[in-house]
């Protein structure tokens, strides 16, 4: 009988583990924060768009800096520092009695996400087997969707006997422990002293500014009009923004976001399917909602358990799919996803005032597994090849481009969706009918797009036997 062999780099993930199941735990919990604190405070439920948007901008927006950041300052530092961020936004956020004192808060907790996440991922490009990297990515996106699935129902429980403030001050407890934790289980490395003397602050500066304004579109279109004051002067900054940050990268010796890494065949083509596909998960679960509360006003619980189904099937393809591009070719097995992404959005076809609570659970949990495998594959792909010297800024810039996909996609599909509504009952049909009608249209609109991304994966060059570097 063979003995097992320790797998070192495994142990060594746990403090990671707990990192990456510590946002997702909180942001599962935090998913009901919006609407129970613009309640609390007497304010237009218009206003949750803002905290949702300042946490976005700091988790997209500074994963790149903080990526380069722990190249220069190591993981073990980076991680703790960004663990320690994320719990005081969480206890500001508690202490919260204002709008824009709750955007600063949570502005400071996505700036923890944006140190730990980079971490995580380059932890794992670096330290785990490169036979091993989808299950190592896969292990990450199961622990980071399991821990969701619990986590709204448990807020919403919190919420409702006492109120969001405790919830905040449990979040804090939970970060609090994962920190001290962290702080005796991630070992000391030792690394060679580096300097930020030659560190890229312009470049880091305007890809904060440009990212940040770029994340403000959507929403500055859809709450002030788009042809209003507000957008155009967003869409002129985000412009001028853009122009500067690339003549500070050209200008820079070490830039905050590699060229050499972006301009790479697999970087391109991933990053043109995460957006044509990964979007939909936030955009379909919120048009999911607003299709029941049209269709069966009396059943809106059956959305919750819709949701709660694709979450465990992104757990799912995270687990089961995503491992296998470790042994077949990676871009075959995206192939495969990309058909049960495809499935899942066809099945919105079937959709009429009386569906069934299987079918709602049936299109977002296949469609869920099929984004589940997605994301643990592109991570691979991607990140196949990258240098340990450069695995924090490789990381933070593809988790830059990976969390803007999902605004990318709530900005297109959901208006897309309610506007068809709208303008259906301005032409006469019945608020159900149009529902209907419009759900059936936005599935026609996304399969078009699932198809357009299995013909770029297809296109993506192969990944086992690549033995070149970045």
């Known amino acids: 009988m063979k003995k097992s062999i320790p797998k070192p780099y ?7 583990a707990f ?23 007497n304010i237009a439920y218009s206003n949750t768009t803002w905290t949702a948007l300042s946490t976005a901008i700091s988790t997209a ?31 500001l956020t508690a202490i919260s009695r204002s709008l824009l004192f709750m955007m600063f808060a949570r502005f400071i907790v996505g700036a923890g996400t944006a140190a730990i996440a980079p971490v995580i991922m380059a932890y794992i490009v670096t330290e785990f ?22 986590g709204p129902t448990i807020g919403g429980i919190i919420i409702a006997r006492s109120s969001w403030r405790v ?27 580096k300097s930020f003397s030659g560190f890229d602050h312009k470049g880091a500066f305007m890809v904060l500014v440009f990212f940040s304004l770029m994340l403000c579109i959507p929403s500055f279109g859809q709450n002030f009009g788009w042809s209003s004051v507000y957008f155009t002067s967003v869409l002129i900054a985000s412009v001028i923004s853009l122009i500067l940050l ?12 590699s060229g050499k890494f972006m301009l790479r065949k697999e970087f391109i083509l991933s990053v043109t399917a995460l957006f044509l596909t990964q979007g939909l998960m936030q955009a379909n679960m919120t048009n999911l909602i607003v299709f029941i509360n049209y269709t069966q006003p ?55 005032i009386y569906t069934s609570a299987i079918l709602l659970m049936a299109s977002l949990g296949i469609l869920g597994f099929g984004l589940g495998g997605n994301a643990a594959i592109f991570m691979k792909i991607v990140l196949s090849g990258l240098p340990a010297q450069a695995a924090g800024a490789g990381t933070g810039t593809y988790g830059l481009f990976r969390d803007l996909s999902a605004p990318f996609g709530v900005a297109v599909f959901v208006p897309m969706f309610t506007n068809g509504i709208t303008d259906r009952i301005l032409s006469g049909l019945s608020p159900e009918t149009a529902a209907t009608a419009s759900i059936k249209s936005l599935a026609l ?26």
């Open 10 to 16: 495994i142990k060594g993930f746990l403090p990671y």
């Open 19 to 41: 990192a990456a199941l510590l946002v997702g735990l909180v942001g599962g919990f935090t998913t009901v924060l919006g609407p129970a604190f613009v309640s609390d405070l």
């Open 61 to 91: 927006a500074l994963a790149p800096v903080m990526g380069k950041i722990a190249d220069v300052a190591g993981r073990r530092k980076t991680l703790l520092s960004g663990i320690a961020l994320f719990t005081l936004g969480n206890t």
């Open 129 to 150: 087997p490169k036979e091993e990297t989808a299950k190592g990515f896969s292990l990450y996106m199961l622990i980071s969707s399991a821990s969701v699935i619990l």
């Open 167 to 193: 919830m905040m001050w449990i979040c804090t407890a939970i970060s609090m422990i994962v920190l001290f934790l962290c702080l005796f289980t991630l070992k000391k490395t030792p690394q060679k002293k």
């Open 246 to 257: 690339i003549l500070a990268e050209r200008k820079a010796e070490n830039p905050v976001l």
């Open 298 to 352: 009396d059943n809106t619980l059956i959305s919750s358990y819709a949701i709660s189904v694709m979450y465990i099937g992104m757990s799912l393809g995270s687990v089961i799919a995503g491992p296998v591009a470790d042994k077949k070719e990676p871009k075959n097995v995206l192939f495969l996803t990309f058909i049960l992404t495809g499935i899942g959005c066809a099945i919105m076809f079937l959709f009429d």
């Open 445 to 470: 609109v996304e399969v078009i797009c699932v198809s357009i991304g299995i013909a770029v994966v297809l296109s993506l060059p192969r990944i086992h036997h690549k033995t070149e570097h970045i």
